[in-house]
């Protein structure tokens, strides 16, 4: 059962409770390997209790407060206390708090750090991109290119960074990418078989010329993928797409340091796979106060 504290974060969040108790339970297992945390047995009385602060080491933006709270509620903690996500934090700031007994703050401490510092991570390299186009008008989105079972969490943890999220799953929008025009004979036979198949759906068509850019613009689509063109084509094809009411999007060979200059290009989005695929965690580290031994009755 989570707590009240936890459920109150994962519902600011927009998180599934189901989901996220399901990976907290499932990470613990992962950990315990059906035994027990050997060295905190044999270290710590089981009746001694303390204090686990939550602290980074490094600055960054936090996102997972609430997932991490889940991992501690599955062991036992007994009160939490935390900051919210999409802050800036600085080092030695304690983001989570928890109190319980040691033992069971121990077990918990690597599963809990483990997707706090993921999706911290995530979160803070997605605000790197952002800050990067500010002012632009362009905007930072992620891709599909998500951990197996964490995609709803990684993308929770670019919004908390500032970004948007692209599609969630294959059924959200349709994205007819190279394989699927060579499949289909043509970048305009590929929309309108996509059109006639899903006619109430958003179509986006992966573009790599100029040329192909006029061709689904002309068929009506609804957004254009420009696939590792350079900045004069870039603006080339967000002028032609403006002028026909199509968004754009800006993707591959895209790098923080060339952010800028592609935004400026008048791209609505920059599709950034590194959010979620390539994010260094945002360093944090458990310090353990004790607070002495509960009584048992």
């Avoid at 900051?83 to 109190?99: F, H, I, K, N, Q």
Wanted: contains cysteine; negative net charge; glycine residues 10%.
């Amino acid at each position: 059962m989570l707590s009240r504290q936890t459920l109150a974060a994962l519902g600011a969040a927009g998180l599934d409770v189901a989901h996220v108790e399901d990976l907290a339970r499932r990470t613990v297992a992962e950990d315990l390997a059906g035994g027990v945390d050997v060295t905190s047995v044999a270290t710590v009385p089981a009746d001694l209790h303390g204090t686990a602060a939550f602290v980074p080491r490094a600055a960054g933006v936090v996102a997972g407060i609430g997932v991490a709270m889940a991992v501690l509620d599955v062991v036992g903690a007994v009160e939490l206390t935390a900051t919210r996500d999409g802050r800036w934090v600085e080092p030695g700031e304690t983001v989570l708090s928890a109190v319980g007994p040691v033992r069971t703050l121990l077990t918990a401490e690597r599963s809990a750090l483990n997707l706090l510092c993921h999706l911290s991570g995530v979160a803070t390299l997605t605000r790197r991109w952002v800050d990067a186009v500010q002012g632009t008008g362009a905007r930072i989105r992620d891709t599909r290119k998500t951990t197996p079972g964490l995609r709803p969490l990684e993308k929770y943890a670019v919004r908390a960074g500032g970004g948007q999220n692209h599609r969630m799953a294959l059924s959200d929008a349709a994205l007819v990418k190279d394989n699927h025009v060579v499949a289909a004979g043509g970048v305009a036979q590929a929309f309108a078989a996509v059109r006639a198949a899903f006619p109430g759906l958003a179509v986006e068509v992966e573009c790599d010329t100029v040329a192909q850019v006029r061709e689904v613009v002309a068929a009506g689509a609804d957004l254009v993928l420009l696939d590792n063109m350079d900045l004069a084509d870039l603006a080339a094809c967000a002028a032609l797409c403006r002028a026909g009411g199509v968004l754009t999007e800006a993707s591959g060979g895209l790098s923080l340091e060339v952010a800028r200059a592609v935004a400026q290009t008048g791209v609505d989005f920059l599709a950034v796979g590194a959010l979620t695929h390539s994010a260094p965690v945002l360093d944090l580290g458990v310090d353990l106060t004790l607070t002495g031994t509960v009584a048992c009755s």
